[in-house]
Protein backbone atom coordinates (compact mmCIF):
# COMPACT_ATOMS: atom_id res chain seq x y z
CA UNK A 1 0.00 0.00 0.00
CA UNK A 2 1.58 3.40 -1.16
CA UNK A 3 1.53 5.65 2.26
CA UNK A 4 1.70 9.61 1.54
CA UNK A 5 4.13 11.63 3.11
CA UNK A 6 3.95 14.81 5.35
CA UNK A 7 7.73 15.71 4.72
CA UNK A 8 8.60 12.44 5.37
CA UNK A 9 5.99 11.24 7.10
CA UNK A 10 3.70 8.18 5.45
CA UNK A 11 0.65 8.21 5.77
CA UNK A 12 -2.14 6.51 3.12
CA UNK A 13 -4.23 10.00 1.71
CA UNK A 14 -4.24 11.86 -1.08
CA UNK A 15 -5.32 15.96 -2.08
CA UNK A 16 -5.93 18.84 -4.10
CA UNK A 17 -6.68 20.40 -7.40
CA UNK A 18 -4.69 22.40 -9.94
CA UNK A 19 -0.95 23.40 -10.32
CA UNK A 20 0.82 26.55 -10.66
CA UNK A 21 2.77 27.33 -12.91
CA UNK A 22 6.80 28.74 -13.09
CA UNK A 23 7.74 30.11 -16.32
CA UNK A 24 11.81 29.50 -16.74
CA UNK A 25 12.39 33.26 -18.03
CA UNK A 26 10.84 34.74 -14.77
CA UNK A 27 13.04 32.14 -12.73
CA UNK A 28 16.21 33.24 -14.60
CA UNK A 29 15.23 37.10 -14.18
CA UNK A 30 14.07 35.97 -10.32
CA UNK A 31 17.25 34.00 -9.30
CA UNK A 32 20.30 36.37 -11.10
CA UNK A 33 18.10 39.66 -9.48
CA UNK A 34 18.89 37.52 -5.98
CA UNK A 35 22.34 36.98 -6.36
CA UNK A 36 24.61 39.29 -4.82
CA UNK A 37 26.32 42.10 -6.94
CA UNK A 38 30.34 41.53 -7.09
CA UNK A 39 30.22 37.55 -7.06
CA UNK A 40 30.85 36.67 -10.40
CA UNK A 41 31.38 33.23 -9.67
CA UNK A 42 27.31 32.88 -8.55
CA UNK A 43 26.53 33.73 -11.93
CA UNK A 44 26.75 30.48 -13.60
CA UNK A 45 25.14 28.59 -10.90
CA UNK A 46 22.44 31.60 -10.65
CA UNK A 47 21.70 30.18 -14.27
CA UNK A 48 22.00 26.88 -13.27
CA UNK A 49 19.30 27.16 -10.67
CA UNK A 50 16.63 29.16 -12.80
CA UNK A 51 17.60 26.21 -15.91
CA UNK A 52 16.69 23.31 -13.45
CA UNK A 53 13.43 25.16 -12.20
CA UNK A 54 12.26 25.22 -15.51
CA UNK A 55 11.68 21.66 -14.89
CA UNK A 56 9.12 21.90 -12.92
CA UNK A 57 5.19 22.79 -13.21
CA UNK A 58 5.00 24.03 -9.46
CA UNK A 59 6.91 27.33 -8.05
CA UNK A 60 10.51 25.97 -6.76
CA UNK A 61 12.16 28.23 -3.72
CA UNK A 62 15.58 28.02 -3.04
CA UNK A 63 18.72 29.41 -0.69
CA UNK A 64 21.79 28.24 0.26
CA UNK A 65 25.45 29.36 1.35
CA UNK A 66 28.45 28.46 2.86
CA UNK A 67 28.57 28.26 6.62
CA UNK A 68 31.97 30.21 6.66
CA UNK A 69 30.25 33.43 5.28
CA UNK A 70 29.86 34.51 1.75
CA UNK A 71 26.70 35.49 -0.49
CA UNK A 72 23.58 33.91 -0.02
CA UNK A 73 21.78 32.49 -3.73
CA UNK A 74 18.83 32.17 -4.07
CA UNK A 75 16.09 31.73 -6.22
CA UNK A 76 12.09 32.66 -5.03
CA UNK A 77 14.33 32.96 -1.44
CA UNK A 78 11.69 35.75 -0.29
CA UNK A 79 8.07 33.72 -1.02
CA UNK A 80 6.54 31.67 1.46
CA UNK A 81 6.35 28.54 0.93
CA UNK A 82 4.67 25.47 2.77
CA UNK A 83 7.27 23.55 4.99
CA UNK A 84 5.53 20.71 5.61
CA UNK A 85 7.81 18.39 8.04
CA UNK A 86 11.00 20.40 7.87
CA UNK A 87 8.77 22.70 10.49
CA UNK A 88 10.09 19.76 12.59
CA UNK A 89 13.65 21.41 13.20
CA UNK A 90 12.42 24.41 14.32
CA UNK A 91 10.30 22.05 16.91
CA UNK A 92 13.31 19.68 17.58
CA UNK A 93 15.13 23.47 18.65
CA UNK A 94 12.41 23.87 20.95
CA UNK A 95 12.92 20.64 22.41
CA UNK A 96 16.75 21.09 23.21
CA UNK A 97 16.62 24.40 24.36
CA UNK A 98 14.58 23.04 27.12
CA UNK A 99 16.97 20.24 27.62
CA UNK A 100 19.78 23.05 27.79
CA UNK A 101 17.66 24.94 30.43
CA UNK A 102 17.46 21.50 32.75
CA UNK A 103 13.67 22.48 32.39
CA UNK A 104 14.31 18.11 30.60
CA UNK A 105 16.48 15.67 30.04
CA UNK A 106 17.25 13.36 26.75
CA UNK A 107 16.01 10.44 28.99
CA UNK A 108 12.54 12.05 30.56
CA UNK A 109 9.89 9.07 29.53
CA UNK A 110 6.69 10.84 28.07
CA UNK A 111 3.24 8.54 27.34
CA UNK A 112 1.55 8.22 23.99
CA UNK A 113 -1.68 8.71 24.00
CA UNK A 114 -4.20 7.17 21.24
CA UNK A 115 -5.17 11.10 20.51
CA UNK A 116 -1.48 11.21 19.43
CA UNK A 117 -1.34 8.74 17.51
CA UNK A 118 -1.35 9.50 13.46
CA UNK A 119 -0.87 7.41 10.58
CA UNK A 120 2.66 7.07 9.63
CA UNK A 121 6.26 5.68 9.95
CA UNK A 122 7.26 4.60 13.51
CA UNK A 123 4.88 4.28 16.62
CA UNK A 124 1.83 4.08 14.78
CA UNK A 125 2.91 1.06 13.04
CA UNK A 126 5.48 -1.14 15.76
CA UNK A 127 3.41 0.03 18.80
CA UNK A 128 -0.41 0.05 17.44
CA UNK A 129 -1.80 -0.31 21.47
CA UNK A 130 -2.00 1.61 24.31
CA UNK A 131 0.80 1.87 27.25
CA UNK A 132 3.69 3.42 25.19
CA UNK A 133 5.92 5.90 26.09
CA UNK A 134 9.52 7.01 25.04
CA UNK A 135 12.07 9.20 26.00
CA UNK A 136 12.95 12.47 24.57
CA UNK A 137 16.08 11.28 22.81
CA UNK A 138 13.81 8.54 21.10
CA UNK A 139 11.37 10.85 19.66
CA UNK A 140 13.34 13.25 18.65
CA UNK A 141 15.03 10.44 16.92
CA UNK A 142 11.92 9.02 15.45
CA UNK A 143 10.78 12.42 14.39
CA UNK A 144 13.75 13.79 12.41
CA UNK A 145 14.77 10.11 11.28
CA UNK A 146 11.64 8.54 10.01
CA UNK A 147 9.59 11.79 9.97
CA UNK A 148 7.26 10.13 12.53
CA UNK A 149 3.96 12.52 12.55
CA UNK A 150 3.42 10.63 16.16
CA UNK A 151 5.91 11.46 17.83
CA UNK A 152 6.22 14.99 16.38
CA UNK A 153 2.49 15.69 18.31
CA UNK A 154 3.65 13.58 21.69
CA UNK A 155 6.83 16.81 21.43
CA UNK A 156 4.82 19.68 20.21
CA UNK A 157 2.02 19.01 22.92
CA UNK A 158 4.40 18.27 25.03
CA UNK A 159 6.68 21.44 24.83
CA UNK A 160 4.21 23.85 24.16
CA UNK A 161 2.82 24.13 20.56
CA UNK A 162 2.79 26.91 18.58
CA UNK A 163 3.50 29.49 20.98
CA UNK A 164 6.66 27.94 22.03
CA UNK A 165 8.17 26.91 19.35
CA UNK A 166 7.45 30.50 17.86
CA UNK A 167 8.98 32.12 20.86
CA UNK A 168 12.22 30.36 20.56
CA UNK A 169 12.13 31.64 16.90
CA UNK A 170 11.70 34.58 17.87
CA UNK A 171 14.23 34.92 20.29
CA UNK A 172 16.77 33.96 17.87
CA UNK A 173 15.90 36.47 15.15
CA UNK A 174 14.22 34.37 12.66
CA UNK A 175 11.04 35.75 10.93
CA UNK A 176 9.39 34.86 7.94
CA UNK A 177 8.80 31.32 9.30
CA UNK A 178 5.37 30.27 11.26
CA UNK A 179 4.52 26.84 12.67
CA UNK A 180 0.73 26.97 13.47
CA UNK A 181 0.01 23.32 14.04
CA UNK A 182 1.13 19.73 14.82
CA UNK A 183 1.05 17.53 11.84
CA UNK A 184 -2.34 15.95 12.74
CA UNK A 185 -3.63 19.99 12.20
CA UNK A 186 -1.33 20.06 9.35
CA UNK A 187 -2.77 17.51 7.66
CA UNK A 188 -6.76 17.72 7.95
CA UNK A 189 -6.47 20.96 7.08
CA UNK A 190 -4.44 19.79 4.00
CA UNK A 191 -6.94 17.28 2.85
CA UNK A 192 -10.20 19.96 4.38
CA UNK A 193 -10.76 17.53 6.84
CA UNK A 194 -12.79 18.79 10.48
CA UNK A 195 -10.61 19.38 13.26
CA UNK A 196 -10.89 16.83 16.18
CA UNK A 197 -8.35 13.86 18.38
CA UNK A 198 -10.71 10.80 17.10
CA UNK A 199 -9.18 8.26 15.09
CA UNK A 200 -6.49 9.49 12.90
CA UNK A 201 -7.41 6.68 9.74
CA UNK A 202 -11.47 6.93 10.39
CA UNK A 203 -11.67 10.09 10.76
CA UNK A 204 -9.76 10.99 7.28
CA UNK A 205 -11.71 8.00 5.37
CA UNK A 206 -14.99 9.69 6.65
CA UNK A 207 -14.40 12.87 5.40
CA UNK A 208 -13.59 11.24 1.79
CA UNK A 209 -13.55 7.45 1.22
CA UNK A 210 -11.05 7.76 -2.44
CA UNK A 211 -8.49 9.99 0.03
CA UNK A 212 -5.80 6.78 -1.23
CA UNK A 213 -7.18 6.86 -5.33
CA UNK A 214 -6.62 10.46 -4.57
CA UNK A 215 -3.15 10.28 -3.19
CA UNK A 216 -1.84 8.49 -6.56
CA UNK A 217 -2.05 11.35 -8.68
CA UNK A 218 0.18 14.10 -6.31
CA UNK A 219 -2.24 16.50 -7.19
CA UNK A 220 -1.71 19.98 -5.86
CA UNK A 221 -3.94 22.24 -3.71
CA UNK A 222 -3.29 25.96 -4.57
CA UNK A 223 -6.04 26.73 -1.92
CA UNK A 224 -3.47 24.91 0.89
CA UNK A 225 -0.36 26.99 -0.96
CA UNK A 226 -1.74 29.93 -0.54
CA UNK A 227 -2.77 29.41 2.84
CA UNK A 228 -0.06 31.48 5.40
CA UNK A 229 0.25 28.81 8.02
CA UNK A 230 2.58 26.33 8.26
CA UNK A 231 4.75 28.44 5.88
CA UNK A 232 8.36 29.88 5.41
CA UNK A 233 10.57 31.36 2.78
CA UNK A 234 13.67 29.85 1.89
CA UNK A 235 16.04 32.26 3.32
CA UNK A 236 14.10 32.20 6.55
CA UNK A 237 14.83 28.31 6.72
CA UNK A 238 17.88 28.79 5.61
CA UNK A 239 18.76 31.66 8.41
CA UNK A 240 17.55 28.97 11.13
CA UNK A 241 20.11 26.28 9.60
CA UNK A 242 22.71 29.12 10.04
CA UNK A 243 21.90 29.81 13.55
CA UNK A 244 21.84 25.69 14.54
CA UNK A 245 25.05 25.10 13.05
CA UNK A 246 26.61 28.11 14.67
CA UNK A 247 27.08 26.68 17.85
CA UNK A 248 25.15 29.27 20.01
CA UNK A 249 21.58 29.01 19.71
CA UNK A 250 21.81 25.65 21.28
CA UNK A 251 24.35 24.44 23.53
CA UNK A 252 27.24 22.17 22.39
CA UNK A 253 25.52 19.22 23.39
CA UNK A 254 22.38 19.60 22.20
CA UNK A 255 23.77 20.79 18.52
CA UNK A 256 25.90 17.77 18.24
CA UNK A 257 22.48 15.80 19.22
CA UNK A 258 20.98 17.57 16.43
CA UNK A 259 23.05 17.41 13.85
CA UNK A 260 24.03 13.77 14.94
CA UNK A 261 20.35 12.67 14.36
CA UNK A 262 19.79 14.46 11.20
CA UNK A 263 22.35 12.63 9.74
CA UNK A 264 20.78 9.48 10.19
CA UNK A 265 17.91 11.00 8.40
CA UNK A 266 16.16 7.99 6.66
CA UNK A 267 13.89 9.89 4.19
CA UNK A 268 14.19 11.73 0.67
CA UNK A 269 17.32 9.26 -0.82
CA UNK A 270 16.59 10.52 -3.56
CA UNK A 271 16.57 14.45 -3.19
CA UNK A 272 19.58 16.17 -1.75
CA UNK A 273 21.60 12.73 -1.75
CA UNK A 274 20.35 11.89 -5.17
CA UNK A 275 23.47 13.23 -7.61
CA UNK A 276 26.07 13.59 -4.82
CA UNK A 277 29.20 11.63 -5.32
CA UNK A 278 28.71 8.17 -2.98
CA UNK A 279 28.96 9.05 0.79
CA UNK A 280 29.05 12.59 0.94
CA UNK A 281 27.83 13.34 4.28
CA UNK A 282 24.13 14.88 4.32
CA UNK A 283 22.22 15.71 7.08
CA UNK A 284 18.76 17.10 6.28
CA UNK A 285 15.26 16.87 7.03
CA UNK A 286 12.73 16.33 4.25
CA UNK A 287 8.66 17.48 3.69
CA UNK A 288 6.00 16.13 1.27
CA UNK A 289 2.67 16.73 1.20
CA UNK A 290 0.36 17.68 -1.56
CA UNK A 291 2.19 18.82 -4.80
CA UNK A 292 5.10 19.74 -2.13
CA UNK A 293 8.61 18.25 -2.17
CA UNK A 294 10.92 20.03 0.04
CA UNK A 295 14.79 19.06 1.66
CA UNK A 296 17.04 20.97 4.23
CA UNK A 297 20.00 20.51 5.55
CA UNK A 298 23.61 20.67 5.72
CA UNK A 299 25.89 19.10 2.79
CA UNK A 300 29.92 18.12 3.80
CA UNK A 301 32.49 19.14 1.13
CA UNK A 302 35.46 16.74 0.69
CA UNK A 303 38.15 19.19 2.54
CA UNK A 304 35.20 19.56 5.37
CA UNK A 305 33.62 22.68 4.87
CA UNK A 306 30.17 22.49 4.90
CA UNK A 307 27.11 24.54 3.25
CA UNK A 308 23.42 24.58 3.90
CA UNK A 309 21.15 24.26 1.56
CA UNK A 310 17.07 24.93 1.24
CA UNK A 311 15.12 23.41 -1.50
CA UNK A 312 11.41 24.05 -1.50
CA UNK A 313 8.51 23.08 -4.20
CA UNK A 314 5.08 23.63 -4.35
CA UNK A 315 2.28 23.35 -6.80
CA UNK A 316 4.07 20.78 -8.44
CA UNK A 317 2.00 18.06 -10.42
CA UNK A 318 4.23 15.77 -12.03
CA UNK A 319 4.98 12.90 -9.53
CA UNK A 320 7.00 12.21 -6.48
CA UNK A 321 10.51 11.33 -9.05
CA UNK A 322 10.22 14.52 -11.18
CA UNK A 323 9.99 16.65 -7.96
CA UNK A 324 13.34 14.72 -6.63
CA UNK A 325 15.05 14.83 -9.54
CA UNK A 326 14.49 18.45 -9.19
CA UNK A 327 15.89 19.21 -5.70
CA UNK A 328 18.60 16.19 -6.54
CA UNK A 329 19.50 18.35 -9.68
CA UNK A 330 19.78 21.46 -7.10
CA UNK A 331 21.92 20.16 -4.61
CA UNK A 332 24.73 19.24 -6.86
CA UNK A 333 24.88 22.12 -8.70
CA UNK A 334 25.47 23.46 -5.31
CA UNK A 335 27.74 21.11 -4.22
CA UNK A 336 30.01 21.48 -7.16
CA UNK A 337 29.97 25.62 -7.09
CA UNK A 338 30.96 25.64 -3.20
CA UNK A 339 33.60 22.35 -3.85
CA UNK A 340 35.46 24.52 -6.73
CA UNK A 341 35.21 28.20 -5.37
CA UNK A 342 36.41 27.82 -2.27
Not at 38 to 43: E, L, M
Not at 240 to 262: D, F, Q, R, W, Y
Request: charged content about 20%; aromatic content about 4%.
Amino acid sequence: MRRWRVGGLRVALALGTAALVAVPGQAEAQVQAEAQAGHPASAPVAAALAQIAGASNGTVGVAMQDLDGGEVISLHGAQSFPMASTFKIALAATVLAKVDTGEWSLDRMIAVRPQDRVYSDGIFEFAPHDGVALSVHNLLELMLTRSDNTATDVLYREVGGSEAVMAWLGRHGIGDMRVDSDTRGLIFRALKVPPGDGDFVKTVLATDPHVLERDLSRTPSPDFDADPRDQATPRAMLHLLKVLAGGTALSPGSTGVLMTILGRCLTGEDRLKGLLPEGAPVAHKTGSLLGIANDVGYVTLPDGHRFAIVVFIKGDSRGAKAQDRVIAEIARTAYDHYRLNR
